[in-house]
């Protein structure tokens, strides 16, 4: 019976004293110094949770928080280059022993808990919006921007308005040829595509047809299949940026005709914006989804 006791009694202090070191753990986190602890927190978009948003942190990629101003990269285009890789100034913030309250330019003010340290990743807490979001540290010179843009190109296809086509060269004579502009949205994998001519403003452009887009892997990171669907039938390409700092031009090689064509992005949409200024951003002609003649 002794022994008995005796085993219990050390399981009970051993429990409290991994407890207690745990709890001085966190006690001795010095929480007004872990937010500018690292160059960039990746906002971790498949771990949030909880019933609502917070604006600021929904559309953004990384934020930096830096001697009181808050940066944030919010598009694609340009990732790593933009202020330097950090992005452009959104608002300020002030750090609290386990918080830090945000002000951001466009979405106001935001008061955000701090509730759980390990290693490199944060999560920071909205009570008033009972939602959570988890955030990876890392130091700039460590970051993979070319990996993260090559990795979200079907979102990087959205920040333009209309793609406009540059050139076309080789390959035999296709449908596809007639099309000068394409658009992408940012519902539901759709695009509009134009046959209007090149020198249209994209306040004016004719979005004559359209369908579905897709975006898969191939063996190459860099290079990635791109699907259109049209009414009349698929198009099929191998899409690769052109790395000319804020990758706002793509090759497009068109798997069928063997033709190579280049695209270049008019309408640069900076995601920096609130609801309002979302809703003033120019619009996409109503598209006429049709078959090509």
């Not at 022994?3 to 399981?11: E, G, H, M, S």
């Not at 771990?47 to 948003?53: D, E, I, L, V």
């Not at 490199?120 to 010179?141: A, C, E, H």
Request: glycine residues 8%; aromatic residues 18%; hydrophobic residues 35%.
């Amino acid at each position: 019976m002794k022994k008995i006791f005796y085993v219990f009694t050390a399981l009970v202090l051993f429990t409290l004293a991994s407890c207690s070191s745990t709890d001085d753990y966190y006690a001795d986190v010095d929480y007004s110094n872990i937010l500018q602890s690292y160059d960039l927190w990746e906002i971790d978009h498949s771990r949030t949770y909880g019933a609502g948003a917070v604006p600021f942190l929904d559309k953004a990629i990384t934020i930096t928080f830096s001697r009181g101003t808050l940066f944030a990269n919010n598009n694609f285009s340009g990732l790593g280059y933009v202020g330097n890789g950090f992005g452009i100034d959104v608002g300020y913030y002030k750090l609290g022993y386990n918080s830090v309250e945000v002000t951001h330019d466009l979405d106001g003010r935001y008061f955000l808990e701090l509730i759980s340290v390990n290693q490199n990743q944060i999560q920071l807490y909205d009570r008033n919006q009972r939602v959570t979001y988890v955030l990876n540290g890392y130091y700039k010179n460590d970051y993979n921007y070319e990996y993260v843009v090559y990795n979200n190109v079907g979102l990087l296809l959205q920040e333009f308005v209309a793609w406009r086509k540059i050139s076309a060269e080789g390959g035999v004579p296709n449908l596809f040829d007639e099309e000068n502009f394409l658009g992408f949205e940012t519902f539901n994998n759709e695009f509009v595509s134009s046959n209007s001519p090149l020198n249209t403003p994209i306040n004016y452009i004719d979005w004559n047809y359209g369908g579905f887009y897709y975006v898969s892997n191939t063996n190459n990171f860099k290079i990635k299949r791109l699907q259109l669907q049209f009414p009349d039938g698929n198009e099929n390409f191998e899409l690769t940026l052109i790395n000319n700092g804020y990758d706002d031009s793509i090759y497009l090689y068109h798997l069928s005709s063997g033709t190579n064509y280049v695209f270049m992005g008019d309408g640069y949409i900076q995601f920096m914006r609130s609801q309002k200024d979302a809703d003033s951003q120019p619009k996409q002609a109503k598209r006429v989804v049709s078959k090509r003649r």
